[in-house]
């Protein structure tokens, strides 16, 4: 006889971490906001100090509550890694994996003799983290293109190939160069125009556009870090996050689609509908910044994600602004950015 699986409890999910504690940085928290919520890659730059490894491990405490299904899946992953216990016999909290910038190829992505799952699969149905981004090998992070894209990496041998889901949110961090105070108002940057540009170009472009979301994290004010005043817990963001992402599920039931990050080509223009006022902004923003086709694909899921939030059926101009207002960094720091 069939047995019908227990809800996962609300303690299995809860982290410990809260966004609570962290002063100030308002626009990126509402940055973070948007990802969660359509489950966004995200790419934040700063100076050293200004939070954002503390930032990255607050966002799995507004993550929405991971599904029986999902469950199962990530699960069988950590079994096949050898990563179960008998007390953890279930993975029931979404996975944060952080990885150094010193990992392998075969770490990341996975590999070896009897192909293992890497990073980017044992963190399928969460966020992957990958702080210090451009001190990354490039071979490595170039390996990220395709399962970025297809959510799932195919490992080949000699005895055969093997193929792992990685839906992740890929949250990435970095310094804006190598002495990361490069447009800093506070102090001076140390680097030649050269070495900024070289260090930025790391970063491909195509890896640029795979990347949904980009915030600037600024140095908090002294104000804030010395105010008593407690900022937004993570309890209140989680709460718009889910609704949002209830609107999803129930748009994609009975389809392959899981958050808005996931809509497929053919059913972009049906679902990510614009008034006419966003459809001329759209116009103007892709001439003006000449967007790939890809980041014209990535804002309107973005926008779409931003609707959501507000409850919007169709996408409005100012859900479209603040789309593309996530892609400004491309503009300001990799505009001449020397290729390697």
Not at 58 to 80: A, G, H
Not at 81 to 87: F, H, N, Q, V
Not at 119 to 136: Q, R, W
Request: one cysteine or more; a neutral charge; glycine letters at 8%.
């Amino acid at each position: 006889m069939p047995v019908k699986p227990e809800p996962l409890s609300d303690d299995s999910f809860r982290s410990e971490l809260d966004f609570a504690d962290v002063k100030g940085q308002e626009s990126v928290k509402g940055a973070i906001e948007v990802a969660a919520a359509g489950f966004h890659n995200l790419l934040m730059i700063g100076p050293p100090g200004t939070g954002k490894s503390m930032i990255a491990k607050r966002i799995p405490s507004v993550l929405p509550k991971m599904s029986f299904e999902e469950s199962i899946e990530t699960t069988k992953i950590y079994s096949v890694a050898g990563m179960l216990s008998g007390e953890n016999p279930l993975v029931t909290r979404r996975p944060f994996r952080s990885v150094s910038h010193t990992a392998s190829g075969v770490g990341l992505i996975g590999g070896g003799s009897v192909p293992r799952p890497g990073e980017i699969s044992l963190a399928h149905n969460g966020v992957l983290f990958l702080d210090e981004l451009p001190e990354f090998d490039r071979k490595v992070l170039e390996t990220l293109r395709q399962p970025l894209e297809n959510g799932e990496i195919t490992i080949s041998r000699a005895a055969g190939a093997i193929t792992y889901p990685c839906n992740i949110m890929l949250v990435a961090a970095m310094n804006p160069c190598p002495c990361g105070n490069y447009g800093s108002t506070i102090k001076r940057c140390t680097c030649t125009m050269q070495q900024v540009s070289k260090y930025l170009g790391k970063i491909s472009q195509p890896i640029l556009d795979r990347i949904d979301i980009q915030t600037e994290v600024a140095a908090v004010s002294y104000d804030d870090l010395t105010g008593s005043g407690k900022s937004e817990s993570s309890a209140a963001m989680a709460e718009r996050i889910a609704a949002a992402r209830e609107v999803q599920r129930e748009r994609y039931k009975g389809t392959d689609i899981r958050s808005n990050s996931g809509i497929t080509p053919d059913k972009l223009h049906d679902i990510c509908v614009l008034d006419e006022k966003a459809e001329a902004y759209m116009k103007l923003a892709f001439e003006k910044a000449g967007l790939s086709a890809r980041a014209y694909d990535r804002v309107l899921k973005v926008a779409r994600t931003c609707a959501d939030l507000d409850g919007s059926e169709v996408i409005q101009k100012k859900h479209v602004a603040r789309a593309v207002g996530y892609r400004s960094l491309d503009r300001k720091y990799w505009k001449n950015a020397l290729p390697l």
